[in-house]
């Protein structure tokens, strides 16, 4: 059999795949809401990890226009005219080694003003740098994008400016002989490569020349650079030049690791180079939402705000589609680029790989097969003998519906208190229409009570399942592809078969992939940084505690406690409660809404669940349905004291599940 690769086994294709592979797995579901990209005006685009916020920034690199520009079959996603009339140079800050800036500072051996003006030069120098091989590339194949986009001059005109450069500091430290554009790139790399040295030690002191040189505000060069470029007719007056920042939440973990620095000392450089507004270039930032949340500027005066995890996440009127439409397209594109053409027979090629959905009796069916669900299922001692035995006939034929019944008869409906049901499953009550959402809103709590009472877990798979699970982003979706495709490869090996005898793929191998994607995806929490371990204690207690709730809520009148509410008021009252919640939900890992509690008298309130993908290995639900749980803000606490976060003897006596009382029952 033929190698088979794994379509996903590369999750940032911005960082570590061809960029002349960009067009064919560049997803344009997205573009048409985040036009002001490419627009004047400085952009800060917010999202968590794997929102797509690199993939957007990378379509504005020269690089990736270029390849757009040679493809035969993809066309650049921005058709608008006046929208393509720009020119883009940017830095990562992580990939281009501007993190190493604080290498130096992290013993507290240099002063405050040096590691910012040499964090804010060395920047400088490689926008600049990049900035003009954006230039050179553009011109030296002036059909592909410079003639059509109208974008400048000739390469004379270029030249002409060029040789101006030596005016400027940041390029006549190092500069050999008249400014020519390959002089003037070779002296913006040596800088950056004695930056990098210094950073490392050697030096152990930064040469003079850059010393007297340093340029101290962020972006001033750059402006000043295309100032003179569009005076010499280089770049036209009305050619935009876009200035991208990514992974800006890097610099929060660099100044947690400096001792004794000031909150925000290196991010604000860039703060503050966007609050001054220069009319000659615009900013475009890359953030994670955590990391620019006190922003001194100001949004729509300062920056417009594109945040993509609003953008993709479900909303009550609409937005329902966006990312399943996105995914659809990302997983097609995968794909047909590593030769599985023959999979996507539909213009939906998730389900026609993994199949779309199955019913909640067909799922309890997969628990176990050979389960004796009448002995199985666990029957409160509440109930009458009657009941008992009424829960026992079901259960021979259907256990959701005898696992239903326990919570009927638990919740004391009189029409059927302390008699039998009799006839046919279709007639039960809550399988007649009327009570068609009594049953819907607790189909899942009761899977995974079934699940549990036999010691399983919910079976996942199918494309609403994986949907789901993303959570609405999109790393997160290719990352469970990534593991079910391994499943399968491993699988077809064993078998010694080809693919397209073993489509769509199994319903078991997909579970194990989406159980293991989970299992990855929880040890990432313990990854964040300085935080990581406090945050995984916190959530592993706020999981636990909501996996007890659901599994002892024998009546099914939270069938939403996946989640719990908390009164903004009183969570102000716990400021280290306060900020794992908020650290989680802006690293991803909890998702967090405005909720409208049942009582007015409650005040303004917000919800919070673990990230879908975490369900699996929580053992919890996935869906978000009902209310979720009403507590106390003590009671995260609680939950503090336990994960070791706070000690024990700041604590109070804390209520137990009873905090539930404030919602009332949903039933």
């Not at 757009?68 to 800050?93: R, T």
């Not at 790989?353 to 176990?368: D, F, Q």
Request: proline residues 4%; contains cysteine.
């Amino acid at each position: 059999m033929k190698n088979l690769r794994n379509p996903f086994t590369t999750l940032y294709v911005t960082e570590r795949m061809d960029e002349s592979k960009f067009p064919s797995l560049f997803s344009t579901t997205m573009v048409p809401l985040v036009t002001p990209l490419f627009e004047q005006g400085n952009v800060v685009v917010k999202g968590t990890q794997g929102s797509g916020k690199s993939m957007l920034l990378a379509l504005l690199k020269t690089s990736v226009r270029v390849a757009y520009a040679k493809s035969e079959n993809h066309d650049y996603p921005v058709e608008d005219s006046e929208l393509n009339q720009f020119i883009a140079a940017g830095i990562n800050l992580a990939t281009n080694q501007a993190l190493r800036t604080v290498d130096r500072w992290k013993k507290g051996a240099e002063d405050n003003s040096l590691l910012s003006h040499s964090f804010v030069d060395y920047v400088n120098s490689w926008i600049l740098k990049d900035l003009l091989e954006s230039l050179d590339l553009l011109t030296r194949s002036p059909e592909l994008l410079w003639n059509p986009c109208e974008l400048g001059g000739t390469k004379k005109d270029l030249d002409k400016a060029v040789a101006s450069f030596d005016s400027f500091k940041i390029v006549s430290a190092y500069l050999e002989g008249e400014p020519t554009l390959q002089s003037v790139l070779s002296s913006l790399t040596k800088r950056i490569d004695t930056y990098l040295g210094f950073f490392n030690g050697r030096p152990k002191e930064l040469p003079k020349e850059i010393y007297d040189s340093q340029t101290l505000t962020l972006g001033q060069p750059i402006a000043d650079a295309v100032a003179l470029l569009q005076d010499n007719g280089a770049i036209s007056k009305n050619t935009r030049v876009l200035i991208s920042i990514d992974q800006f939440e890097q610099l929060l973990e660099l100044e947690e690791s400096l001792p004794d620095r000031p909150y925000k000392f290196i991010r604000e450089t860039i703060d503050l180079a966007m609050h001054r507004r220069e009319p000659a270039i615009s900013f475009r930032i890359g953030t994670r939402p955590y990391a620019w949340d006190d922003s001194s500027g100001e949004s729509l005066r300062d920056f417009h705000r594109i945040n993509l995890d609003e953008m993709l996440q479900k909303t009550e009127h609409g937005n329902r589609m966006i990312f399943s439409t996105l995914a659809n397209d990302v997983f097609e594109r995968r794909l047909k680029l590593f030769g599985y053409d023959f999979l996507c027979q539909s213009n939906d090629a998730i389900s026609d790989v993994l199949g779309s959905y199955s019913l909640p009796t067909e799922r309890v069916a997969k628990i176990g097969r050979k389960i004796d669900w009448p002995k199985q299922i666990k029957t409160p001692k509440s109930l009458t003998e009657e009941q008992g035995k009424e829960v026992r006939r079901i259960a021979e034929t259907d256990p959701l519906d005898a696992k239903l019944a326990v919570a009927w008869f638990l919740q004391e409906q009189k029409e059927i208190k302390g008699s039998s049901f009799g006839g046919e499953v279709s007639e039960l009550p809550w399988n007649l229409d009327e009570k068609k959402w009594w049953k819907k809103e607790r189909n899942w709590i009761a899977m995974l009570q079934l699940a549990a009472d036999s010691r399983q877990r919910i079976v996942l798979h199918g494309k609403k399942d994986i949907i789901d699970l993303s959570g609405a982003n999109i790393l997160v979706f290719t990352s469970i592809c990534q593991f079910i495709w391994n499943c399968w490869i491993k699988d077809l090996v064993a078998k010694n078969k080809e693919p397209a005898s073993e489509t769509p793929i199994g319903w078991t191998l997909q579970n194990d992939g989406i159980n293991q994607a989970s299992r990855e995806w929880r040890n990432k929490v313990r990854d964040e940084g300085l935080l990581g371990t406090d945050l995984a204690a916190f959530i592993d207690q706020m999981a636990n505690w909501l996996r007890k709730g659901m599994l002892d809520d024998e009546k099914m009148s939270y069938p939403g406690g996946n989640g719990i509410s908390l009164a903004d008021q009183d969570l102000r009252n716990y400021p280290k409660a306060e900020a794992m919640l908020d650290e989680g939900s802006g690293r991803g890992f909890l998702i967090q809404r405005k909720h409208t509690p049942k009582t007015a008298s409650r005040g303004e309130s917000t919800k919070w669940y673990p990230h879908p993908i975490l369900a699996p290995y929580y053992r919890l639900t996935i869906t978000q349905t009902k209310e979720p749980r009403y507590l106390k803000s003590l009671q995260l606490n609680e939950w503090l004291k336990k994960a070791g976060i706070v000690a024990s003897n700041q604590q109070q006596q804390l209520p137990g599940m009873s905090g539930q009382s404030e919602s009332g029952e949903n039933d």
